[in-house]
């Protein structure tokens, strides 16, 4: 029976009554009002599912070469309401390229919102070869500990330093070498996690002072937890899905991470303050097993780097569009959020500065070195 009839069936016997028993005024302001609330009920449409069409994340049935893809990111793009995610933007794209470039003959099955693992259990699947490519970040250092530069506190001063750094340096080429030689792990492409802020549920932080005595939820990789506490604070290292339940309950009093994450994943729900000190370039790092690599054929080899090249500057403007617009908006409507003066940031890039001398005693001295002549040069360059 339809919501529509049940409104009008409701509406008669609401006007039968008042017309045999007389109803008393307030009774009849009460069948009114259920009555405007039936007929609101039946108008308004149904909530259509957020879904994406199988064509979008499924492989192709008659492809000779199948890569499976993981990543943290949600999948409901390009559903009705939703927007991309930067992994997804990525990943939609990479697979579009790949079929299309190889005429079907290679394909990608796309794993979105850590449906086949999360970041860390991706990563090491695809180090061994029980998975073909995954999007990754801060937890690769686990995997290649040089990696850590990356994460370097207040390092690159802007977007376009990071992927000067990234997309020309002979520094980073030299890296993904070396990365795969002893990981196996090759990096395909280098899209953009964002730009990572504080936020909290006790105050607003103006200063590292601020952070005495807090505890922060930072991903499992050591330069993290080294950042926080040479900040004056507690770090936990949790898996990304544990964030909000962390916060809730206040097992954590703050975390880091880009806008667009704070936003997607509905943190300010259980955070009321964001601090935009900006202390780490975030990276979406696409990798895949470098023996299943070397193993393909060189024209679907190419393909794939093509693929990779193009996916990048999706995941960059997707992640850029929503962490200074719509995400940001969102964000500014249900927090306290502070940039902080050029004197506390300051204060904030002294404070790190033993996170530094640290990570030389982990990687070696010349790998930091050579990580900050990259970034002259690509300052050098831009026009800094």
Excluded at 28 to 46: D, I, Y
Excluded at 83 to 91: L, N, S
Excluded at 143 to 161: C, K, N, T
Aim: glycine fraction near 6%; aromatic fraction near 10%; charge should be negative.
């Amino acid at each position: 029976m339809s919501k529509v009839f049940l409104g009008i069936l409701a509406l008669s016997i609401i006007m039968m009554s008042a017309l045999v028993v007389g109803c008393a005024d307030d009774s009849a302001a009460e069948a009114k009002a259920a009555m405007e609330a039936k007929k609101t009920e039946a108008a308004e449409p149904a909530q259509e599912k957020k879904s994406v069409p199988e064509n979008l994340t499924k492989a192709l049935p008659d492809a000779k070469y199948v890569m499976r893809m993981a990543y943290t990111d949600a999948g409901t793009w390009p559903a009705m309401g939703e927007k991309p995610q930067a992994e997804h933007a990525y990943a939609l794209l990479f697979k579009s390229v790949v079929e299309s470039m190889s005429n079907g003959v290679a394909s990608v099955e796309l794993y979105p919102g850590g449906t086949l693992a999360q970041s860390k259990a991706a990563t090491e699947m695809v180090q061994n070869g029980t998975l073909e490519i995954a999007i990754t970040t801060g937890t690769i250092a686990g995997f290649y500990p040089a990696m850590q530069v990356f994460s370097l506190p207040y390092a690159f001063r802007s977007d376009e330093v990071a992927w000067r750094v990234f997309d020309e340096s002979d520094f980073w080429k030299d890296m993904v070498a070396d990365m795969a030689e002893k990981s196996n792990l090759l990096v395909l492409g280098m899209g953009q996690n964002g730009t990572r802020h504080f936020t909290n549920s006790k105050k607003v932080i103006k200063s590292p002072a601020d952070m005495k005595g807090m505890k922060f939820r930072v991903m499992p990789s050591p330069i993290f937890s080294k950042m926080v506490e040479a900040l004056g604070a507690t770090a936990m290292p949790l898996a990304h899905n544990e964030i909000y339940t962390a916060c809730q309950t206040g097992v954590v009093d703050g975390q880091e991470n880009p806008v667009w994450n704070i936003a997607a994943n509905k943190w300010y729900e259980v955070q009321d303050y964001m601090t935009l000190d900006g202390h780490v370039w975030s990276e979406n790092m696409v990798v895949i097993n470098n023996d299943y690599f070397n193993e393909l054929p060189a024209d679907i080899q190419q393909i794939i780097k093509v693929a990779a090249l193009q996916g990048q500057w999706a995941d960059r403007v997707s992640e850029a569009l929503a962490s200074k617009i719509t995400d940001f908006s969102v964000l500014n409507a249900n927090m306290d959020i502070y940039s902080p003066t050029a004197n506390e940031m300051g204060q904030f890039k002294a404070a790190v500065e033993p996170v530094k001398e640290w990570l030389k005693g982990e990687v070696g001295a010349q790998v930091v070195d050579d990580f900050y002549a990259a970034i002259a040069e690509a300052e050098k360059e831009i026009g800094y």
